[in-house]
C-alpha cells in the first residue's frame, strides 16, 4: 500500500485517507455485467475535496450507479471521481461510490485487475497537503469460457468460439460465414437455425465430441483434414478441394433431407479413411460420401440407412488407376450407401457387407456398379433384397471388369458349432441351394446376375463381420396354451382324424400353426405318428437329416402324440442327421429347429371336496357324506356341463344344484350338471350332494371322477378333469371308541384315550374290536381327543 502527502504550501502531515473496493463476484462470463462498490473514509478531521480513481481493463463499459454527490470524469481510459466544491470529509462518513462493469463479448477468458486510489486535501494551518493511497479489497475479476454463446452474422465469431467452455452449448444464428479456420472446445453442441440459413465454411470440426444441428458445413481446400466423434442431425458435411490425407471417424449425421450427409471431394489425395460413422437419411445429390483421386480408401464399420430417392447414388468411389480400395463390414440399408463404388480404375475389395434392400435407378437398379477398368474381389457379404446383377458392369463403357466372387483364399470360420477352413462366397437370401456335408458352403454355384460364378455360396448369412454363421434355422419360436382336452387330428396322408390330447408334443406343434406333414403309418402299431416334414422340411433316408423330439432339451421316450407336456415346458424339432451307432441325433449338425414353450391354462377351474373320506365299515357311524363340487370360470363361457361318475351301486342324492339342470345319465352310476346361460371370469357355480356307500361293500379304495366342459370363443371345450378328493375309503371298525354306542356316543374322552394308551405301551389288542394298537391309530385316537 502506497499513502503520500504532497505539500501545497509546505507543512507536515497530519492525517490521510483509506479506500476499500469490494466486487460482488469473482467470476463472470463473457458479456454479462458485475457491480463495484467503494468507500473512500477520512482519518482525520482535516480532510476536504475527495477523489477517487479506478482503472479497468480495455473496452470493459462502465456505468455509474452511484456517486454520493461526487463527479465522474473520464480522462486516457481512466475513470475519477471529485468532489467538486471541496467539501470537509467526516471521519465517521464515508463517501461511497457504485459502478456496473460490462465485459466484452468476446473478452477472451483469463483473471483480470482492476486497480485504483482514493485521494483527498488536507487543511494544515491554512495550506494544503494532497494526500493519496491504493484502494484496498477486491481488485480482480475472473472471466470464465462461455457455457452458452450466440453467434450472429457479422459477429467476431472466432473469438466468442475461442472463448467458449468445453461442453458449451453454442446458438448459430441465420448467415453465412467464412473466414479464418476455427478451432472447437471439446464436447460442445451447436445448434444452428436451420440448415438452409446458416452456412459454415470453415474448417469448424477439430474438436472432438462435437454435436451439430441444423446447419450446413463446406471445409474448402484443407489439407489432412479430420473430424472424430461428431454428431450431426440435419446437417450437411463438405470438403471441398481438399489435399493429403482425409480422415472421419464415429460420426453420426442424421435426419438429413435435402443435403448430402458427407461430401469430402479434391485433388492430390493421400489416404481415405472413413471408418465407423453412421449417415441415417439423405434425397440429395449423392448420397452419403463422394470422394476423388485417392491412393488408398478405407470405408469399414460403417452404417447407411434411410435414403428417399432410389434415384440417387449412396457412396462413390473415384479412383485412379493405382488405388486401393477396401469396403468393409459396412451395414447398408434401404437405398443407402452401396450403390457403387464407381471407380476408374484400381482394386476394389468389398467384403463383410451386409446389403439390405439397395437400388438405384443411376445404377440399373443394381447394389453395386462399375465405371472403367477395375478388379472386384467380393466375399463374406451378406445380400437381402438386392435385384441382380449385384454388379453392374454397363456404366464401364466397354472397359474390363473383373469380378471375382470369392476370397483369394481359404478362410477359418465355424458354421453349426463346427470349424472349418475355406475359400468363402457371399449370403444371397435368393440362394436355395443345398448342404449335403454340412459345411455352410452350398453344393451347387450361384450366378449373381454379372460376369463371374459364386462357386462358394454361403448357406447362413454372417453377422458383424465374424466368419460364424448361426448355429441353425430357427423356423419357429413362440409360446403356446394347451388345455386338458382332446383334440381331432386329421392325418397328413390318410386323412384319418385320431382323438390326441392338445397336452402332448403333438399338441402344441398343432397349436403353434406351423406348416407340417405327419402320417399315421405306425398308429396301429404304436399309436404314434411320424413328423415327415415341417415348414416344406422333408426327411431324409436314415441316417440323413429328419425330425427329432425333444422336451426341455431331453429326447422324448415315445413318438408323436404320445408325450405329454406341462405348463413351462419347452418342445423342441431339430432336423439333423443320425448317429449310426448311438442311434440318437447329431445335435452338433442341427440345420433347422422349431422351439414351442408350452403355457398349461384352462377356461375353467373344478375342484371337489368330500367332507369324509374315510369310514369305519360294521360301526355305528354314519355310511354317508356331503361332497362339493365348486367350478370357476376363467374367462368368458356358456353353457357349462359337469359329469360326476360315482362308485358302482353308491347311492348320491342331489342337494343343492346352484341353478343347474339335473340329470341322471343313461351310464351308470353317472349323473350330469348343465348351466343354461353365459359365465365371466371370476364367476363360480357350486353344486352339492349326499353319498352314501351300500351295506355289506367291501373293504377297499373307491375313486370318484368328474369332468367339466363348456363353450369358449365359440369353440366346444371338452373333459377339463375335476381335480381335489377323488376317493373313499372303507376301512374295518378298529377304533370302539368313537362309536355311537361308547362312552358320550362319538366323543373320545379322557377315559377313553387314556384306555388306548395303555393299549399301546403294552402292545395288546384293542378290546371289543380285536384289532392290532398300532402306532398310526394311536396318533388318531389323540387327534379325535383334541379336536371334542
Known sequence: MTLACVAVLASPAMAGVVGERTINTSTVN???????????????????????????PDYWTLTTIDNDGLSHVIEDGNHTWVDESGSTLDPAVPVTIVYDVTVPENATAGTYSITGLVKAMEDVGGSFDMCSNTTKGDNSV?????????????????????????????????????????????????????????????????????????????????????????????????????????????????????NINLQVYGLNYGNLIIKYNTFDGSAYGM?????????????????????????????ITMATDTSTTVIENNVIENYAGMVAPISVGGDVVIRGNTIDTVSSTYTGSSPIAAAGATDFTVYQNNFFNCSTPYVNTDMANGATVSLTWHSPEAIDYTYQGNSYSSILGNYYDTYTGSDADGDG????????????????????????????????????????????????????????????SQRTCLGA?????????????????????YLESIGGIEAQSWPGASWGIYVNGEATDYGLGLNSVSDGDVVSFYYA?????????????????????????????????????????????????????????????????????????????????????????????????????????????????????????????????????????????D????????????????????????EEDEVVTGSELQEAIKCWINKIDIPETGAEMTSDRMQEVIHLWLIQ
Open 142 to 258: 475472473t472471466i470464465a469460457a462461455a457455457s452458452v454463446v450466440h453467434i450472429n452474422d457479422g459477429d467476431d465469431y472466432k473469438s466468442k468460439i475461442e472463448n467458449a467452455a468445453a461442453g458449451a452449448t453454442i446458438y448459430w444464428h441465420e448467415g453465412t460465414y467464412s473466414g479464418d479456420d476455427v478451432s472447437l472446445p471439446d464436447n460442445v453442441h451447436i445448434i444452428g437455425d436451420g440448415k438452409d440459413v446458416v452456412i459454415f465454411q470453415e474448417k469448424l470440426l477439430d474438436g472432438e465430441n462435437i454435436e451439430a444441428e441444423g446447419l450446413t458445413v463446406h471445409v474448402f481446400g484443407s489439407t489432412n483434414y479430420k473430424v472424430t466423434n461428431l454428431t450431426v442431425a440435419d446437417c450437411g458435411i463438405t470438403s471441398l478441394y481438399a489435399e493429403g490425407n482425409i480422415y472421419v471417424e464415429n460420426c453420426t449425421s442424421t435426419s438429413n433431407n435435402g
Open 30 to 56: 463473457p458479456g454479462e455485467t458485475f457491480e463495484v462498490t467503494v468507500s473512500l473514509t477520512a482519518t482525520g478531521t482535516s480532510m476536504r475535496t475527495a477523489g477517487i480513481l479506478e482503472d479497468l
Open 509 to 529: 406343434l398343432l397349436e403353434s400353426g406351423v406348416e407340417y406333414y405327419i402320417n399315421d403309418d405306425s398308429y396301429a402299431d404304436y399309436g404314434s405318428f
Open 441 to 500: 458352403i452350398g453344393d451347387s454355384s450361384y450366378s449373381p446376375g454379372a460376369s463371374g460364378t459364386d462357386e462358394y455360396p454361403l448357406m447362413a448369412a454372417f453377422t458383424d463381420g465374424e466368419i460364424e454363421s448361426e448355429l441353425f434355422n430357427e423356423l419357429y419360436s413362440g409360446n403356446v396354451t394347451v388345455m386338458e382336452t382332446d383334440i381331432d387330428f386329421t392325418a397328413s396322408d390318410s386323412s384319418e382324424t385320431y382323438p390326441v
Open 577 to 717: 442327421p443320425w448317429d449310426t451307432e448311438t442311434f440318437a441325433q447329431d445335435l452338433d449338425k442341427v440345420f433347422y429347429s422349431v422351439s414351442i414353450t408350452v403355457n398349461d391354462e384352462t377356461p375353467i377351474d373344478a375342484q371337489r371336496t368330500i367332507k369324509y373320506q374315510t369310514f369305519n365299515v360294521d360301526s355305528d357311524q354314519y355310511n354317508s357324506t356331503l361332497v362339493t363340487v365348486t367350478i370357476t370360470a376363467n374367462e368368458y363361457l356358456e353353457a357349462l356341463y359337469l359329469i360326476e361318475t360315482v362308485p358302482s351301486d353308491w347311492i348320491l342324492t342331489s342337494a343343492d344344484e346352484d341353478g343347474a339342470l339335473f340329470r341322471e345319465s343313461d351310464d351308470p352310476d353317472t349323473y350330469e350338471w348343465m348351466w343354461a346361460g353365459s359365465m365371466n371370469a371370476g364367476d363360480s357355480k357350486t353344486i352339492k350332494y349326499v353319498i352314501q356307500y351300500p351295506a355289506g361293500e367291501s373293504l377297499d379304495d373307491y375313486e370318484f371322477d368328474g369332468v367339466v366342459s363348456a363353450y369358449v370363443n365359440n369353440v366346444d371345450v
Open 287 to 315: 448420397g452419403s460420401i463422394v470422394f476423388g483421386d485417392f491412393d488408398n480408401a478405407e470405408i469399414i464399420g460403417n452404417t447407411f440407412l434411410n435414403y428417399d430417392s432410389a434415384s440417387n447414388m449412396g457412396l
Open 719 to 742: 373333459d377339463i378333469n375335476v381335480l381335489g378328493d377323488s376317493s373313499i375309503e372303507l376301512t374295518e371298525d378298529w377304533n370302539p371308541w368313537d362309536d355311537i354306542g361308547s
